[in-house]
C-alpha cells in the first residue's frame, strides 16, 4: 500500500493508530483517515467479491457494491463495538 495519499495528504503516520481511532477521526471529518481505511480494506473487498457471481453484472461491479459497503461500515462503525475488522 502506498504511504502516500493519492489526493489528500495529512502528517498524521495512521499505521500506527488503531482503526477505531481512524473512524473517530473519520467522523470528525479527516478525508485522509477515510481514504487510509478504504485503501487498507480494498483486498479485503476483493478477497469477496470473488466467492460471488451474478448473472449479468460485472466483476467490477460487485466491487464496486463491496467498496459501498466499506464506506457505509467505517460511516456507520460505533466505537462500542471495538473492532472494526469484524464490523466490515
Do not use: P, W
Given at each position: 500500500?502506498?504511504?502516500?495519499?493519492?489526493?489528500?495528504?495529512?502528517?498524521?503516520?495512521?499505521?500506527?493508530i488503531?482503526?477505531?481511532?481512524?473512524?473517530?477521526?473519520?467522523?470528525?471529518g479527516?478525508?485522509?483517515a477515510?481514504?487510509?481505511?478504504?485503501?487498507?480494506?480494498?483486498?479485503?473487498?476483493?478477497?469477496?467479491?470473488?466467492?460471488?457471481?451474478?448473472?449479468?453484472?460485472?466483476?467490477?461491479?460487485?466491487?464496486?457494491?463491496?467498496?459501498?459497503?466499506?464506506?457505509?461500515?467505517?460511516?456507520?462503525?460505533?466505537?462500542?463495538?471495538?473492532?472494526?475488522?469484524?464490523?466490515?
Amino acid at each position: 500500500m502506498n504511504k502516500k495519499s493519492v489526493f489528500f495528504s495529512s502528517n498524521l503516520n495512521y499505521d500506527t493508530i488503531d482503526d477505531e481511532k481512524i473512524v473517530d477521526f473519520v467522523k470528525s471529518g479527516d478525508k485522509c483517515a477515510l481514504e487510509y481505511l478504504i485503501n487498507k480494506y480494498r483486498n479485503l473487498v476483493n478477497l469477496k467479491v470473488n466467492r460471488y457471481f451474478i448473472i449479468g453484472a460485472e466483476r467490477e461491479d460487485i466491487v464496486q457494491e463491496g467498496l459501498i459497503g466499506l464506506f457505509k461500515a467505517i460511516k456507520n462503525f460505533k466505537t462500542l463495538l471495538k473492532h472494526l475488522l469484524v464490523y466490515v
